[in-house]
C-alpha cells in the first residue's frame, strides 16, 4: 500500500504542466485532454484498472498546486527550490513608485513636448568687404540680465572675501593696490574664503603698519610661509611675494606696474590676475579676467567652444560690450558659488533652466512608473522538514519489503 502511494504521488508530480492544464479542462467540460505532443488521449487510458488512480486524478478539481499554471508573463522563468517544498502564492501590487531620472531642460512647445535648448554659439561672418565680424550669440542679452537678476537674490563669497575687497580702506593708495596684488597672488587655487583668512593674517600680524611692501621684504620666508599655509601650494606663493617685492622695489619705484606687460612680468601672475589688478587697483579695464568659473560658465551656455581661460578671453572680448569686461568676472564667479557649481549645479532653481536659455541644463524630473507587475512570494511550508522524513521513512519501508 505504501508502495502503491508513492507511485501515485510520482505519477502526479510528473505530469507536465500543459498536460495538467488539459485535465482541468477535461474534469470541467468533458473534453478529451491533449499530450505533449497534440495527440488527444483515448478514454480507455483512463478506464484502465491499473492507473485507476491517475483516473481519480483527472475527475478531481484539486491538481498538485506545483503543476498549476503560474499566472506570469511567458517569458519569466519559474524558479523552485530543489530540496525545500515551497508554495508560490501570487499577489498584485497596487502602489505605484517613483524614480528621479536626469534629463535635458528644454522650452515646452504649443503642442506640451520639452525641446531641448539649442547652442547659440558667436558667429563669424564676413562682410561686403571680406574682413570677419564676430557676431554675438543671439541669447545672449536676456542670459546675462537673468543672471544679473538671480544674483541679486543672494549674496556669494566673493561679494564680500573677493580680492577687490580684501585689501584696507584706511591705507595709502600706494600700500591699497600692493594689498590688492597680494590677494590676487594668493587666490590662487584657493577659496575666496580662505583667502580671507591669509589676508587677514597678513594685516593683523605683520608689524604695524601691517601689510606693506617693506614688512614684506623685511619678513622671514618661514614666517610667511607659516602665515599663508592655509592657501593652495603656500610654499610657491611664499617665493613668489619675496620676489615680486625685491622687483617691486628695484624696478617699479616700490609701487605695482600699471600696465599688463609690467604685471604679467611678476613671479606668479598670469594674464587672469593682470587684468584683475589693472582693473581693481587702478582702475583700467584693458581685457577680461577669466578664472575657471567664466571658463566653464560661457562653454555652459554655448557662446564658445574653448579649452583653455585665454582662449575663453580672447573669444569673449570679440564681441561682448566693453563695459561689460569688468564685471563679467564678478558676476560669473558670484554665480559659478551659488547656483552653477561645479559639482552639482542646481538647475532646478536657475531661470535659465526654467525658460530653457542653457543647453546644459540638467534637471531631476520625477517620472511615475507603471503599476509594478505581479509579485511571487514563496512561502515555505510549514512542517516541511517533517514531510521530508515521511517520504525517507517511506522509502525505507519499500526496501524492507523488497528484501
Given at each position: 500500500?505504501?508502495?502503491?502511494?508513492?507511485?501515485t504521488?510520482?505519477?502526479?508530480?510528473?505530469?507536465?504542466?500543459?498536460?495538467?492544464?488539459?485535465?482541468?479542462?477535461?474534469?470541467?467540460?468533458?473534453?478529451?485532454?491533449?499530450?505533449?505532443?497534440?495527440?488527444?488521449?483515448?478514454?480507455?487510458?483512463?478506464?484502465?484498472?491499473?492507473?485507476?488512480?491517475?483516473?481519480s486524478?483527472?475527475?478531481?478539481?484539486?491538481?498538485?498546486?506545483?503543476?498549476?499554471?503560474?499566472?506570469?508573463?511567458?517569458?519569466?522563468?519559474?524558479?523552485?527550490?530543489?530540496?525545500?517544498?515551497?508554495?508560490?502564492?501570487?499577489?498584485?501590487?497596487?502602489?505605484?513608485?517613483?524614480?528621479?531620472?536626469p534629463?535635458?531642460?528644454?522650452?515646452?512647445?504649443g503642442?506640451?513636448?520639452?525641446?531641448?535648448?539649442?547652442?547659440?554659439?558667436?558667429?563669424?561672418l564676413?562682410?561686403?568687404?571680406?574682413?570677419?565680424?564676430?557676431?554675438?550669440?543671439?541669447?545672449?542679452?536676456?542670459?546675462?540680465?537673468?543672471?544679473?537678476?538671480?544674483?541679486?537674490?543672494?549674496?556669494?563669497?566673493?561679494?564680500?572675501?573677493?580680492?577687490?575687497?580684501?585689501?584696507?580702506?584706511?591705507?595709502?593708495?600706494?600700500?591699497?593696490?600692493?594689498?590688492?596684488?597680494?590677494?590676487?597672488?594668493?587666490?590662487?587655487?584657493?577659496?575666496?574664503?580662505?583667502?580671507?583668512i591669509?589676508?587677514?593674517?597678513?594685516?593683523?600680524?605683520?608689524?604695524?603698519?601691517?601689510?606693506?611692501?617693506?614688512?614684506?621684504?623685511?619678513?622671514?620666508?618661514?614666517?610667511?610661509?607659516?602665515?599663508?599655509?592655509?592657501?593652495?601650494?603656500?610654499?610657491?606663493?611664499?617665493?613668489?611675494?619675496?620676489?615680486?617685492?625685491?622687483?617691486?622695489?628695484?624696478?617699479?619705484?616700490?609701487?605695482?606696474?600699471?600696465?599688463?606687460?609690467?604685471?604679467?612680468?611678476?613671479?606668479?601672475?598670469?594674464?587672469?590676475?593682470?587684468?584683475?589688478?589693472?582693473?581693481?587697483?587702478?582702475?583700467?579695464?584693458?581685457?577680461?579676467?577669466?578664472?575657471?568659473?567664466v571658463?566653464?560658465?560661457?562653454?555652459?551656455?554655448?557662446?564658445?567652444?574653448?579649452?583653455?581661460?585665454?582662449?575663453?578671453?580672447?573669444?569673449?572680448?570679440?564681441?561682448l560690450?566693453?563695459?561689460?569686461?569688468?564685471?563679467?568676472?564678478?558676476?560669473?564667479?558670484?554665480?559659478?558659488?551659488?547656483i552653477?557649481?561645479?559639482?552639482?549645479?542646481?538647475?532646478?532653481?536657475?531661470?535659465?533652466?526654467?525658460?530653457?536659455?542653457?543647453?546644459s541644463?540638467?534637471?531631476?524630473k520625477?517620472?511615475?512608473?507603471?503599476?509594478?507587475?505581479?509579485?511571487?512570494?514563496?512561502?515555505?511550508?510549514?512542517?516541511?522538514?517533517?514531510?521530508?522524513?515521511?517520504?525517507?521513512?517511506?522509502?525505507?519501508?519499500?526496501?524492507?519489503?523488497?528484501?
Amino acid at each position: 500500500m505504501v508502495n502503491r502511494v508513492s507511485q501515485t504521488s510520482a505519477i502526479g508530480r510528473r505530469q507536465t504542466r500543459s498536460f495538467a492544464t488539459s485535465l482541468q479542462a477535461f474534469s470541467a467540460h468533458g473534453d478529451p485532454p491533449q499530450t505533449t505532443e497534440g495527440s488527444t488521449l483515448k478514454q480507455k487510458d483512463f478506464n484502465d484498472d491499473d492507473d485507476s488512480e491517475l483516473s481519480s486524478l483527472a475527475s478531481s478539481t484539486a491538481f498538485d498546486i506545483e503543476d498549476l499554471p503560474k499566472q506570469i508573463s511567458p517569458s519569466r522563468k519559474r524558479k523552485r527550490e530543489l530540496d525545500t517544498p515551497s508554495t508560490t502564492l501570487t499577489s498584485i501590487s497596487t502602489h505605484t513608485t517613483t524614480r528621479s531620472s536626469p534629463r535635458k531642460a528644454g522650452i515646452k512647445a504649443g503642442d506640451g513636448k520639452v525641446r531641448k535648448a539649442r547652442r547659440q554659439p558667436a558667429q563669424k561672418l564676413y562682410n561686403e568687404a571680406g574682413e570677419v565680424e564676430i557676431h554675438a550669440p543671439a541669447n545672449w542679452e536676456e542670459i546675462y540680465e537673468s543672471v544679473k537678476e538671480m544674483r541679486k537674490r543672494s549674496l556669494a563669497p566673493v561679494d564680500t572675501m573677493g580680492c577687490e575687497t580684501l585689501a584696507e580702506e584706511n591705507v595709502s593708495p600706494r600700500d591699497k593696490r600692493f594689498q590688492t596684488l597680494i590677494a590676487l597672488m594668493l587666490s590662487s587655487q584657493t577659496k575666496d574664503t580662505t583667502n580671507a583668512i591669509a589676508m587677514r593674517r597678513l594685516q593683523t600680524e605683520l608689524p604695524s603698519p601691517g601689510l606693506t611692501l617693506e614688512n614684506i621684504l623685511d619678513v622671514d620666508p618661514v614666517h610667511l610661509n607659516e602665515m599663508i599655509y592655509v592657501v593652495g601650494f603656500h610654499n610657491n606663493k611664499t617665493r613668489y611675494i619675496k620676489a615680486t617685492a625685491l622687483i617691486l622695489r628695484d624696478s617699479f619705484a616700490s609701487d605695482i606696474p600699471d600696465t599688463i606687460e609690467g604685471l604679467i612680468s611678476l613671479p606668479g601672475v598670469g594674464p587672469k590676475m593682470a587684468y584683475l589688478c589693472l582693473s581693481a587697483a587702478w582702475g583700467r579695464t584693458e581685457g577680461i579676467g577669466v578664472d575657471v568659473h567664466v571658463h566653464r560658465i560661457t562653454n555652459l551656455w554655448g557662446w564658445h567652444k574653448t579649452k583653455q581661460p585665454e582662449e575663453t578671453r580672447a573669444a569673449l572680448e570679440a564681441w561682448l560690450p566693453r563695459e561689460k569686461w569688468h564685471e563679467i568676472n564678478h558676476l560669473l564667479v558670484g554665480f559659478g558659488q551659488t547656483i552653477c557649481l561645479p559639482v552639482g549645479r542646481r538647475c532646478e532653481g536657475c531661470t535659465l533652466s526654467v525658460k530653457g536659455l542653457c543647453p546644459s541644463a540638467v534637471v531631476e524630473k520625477k517620472r511615475v512608473a507603471k503599476k509594478a507587475k505581479k509579485e511571487h512570494v514563496v512561502v515555505e511550508k510549514k512542517g516541511a522538514h517533517l514531510e521530508g522524513l515521511e517520504m525517507q521513512a517511506s522509502h525505507k519501508i519499500k526496501e524492507e519489503e523488497w528484501n
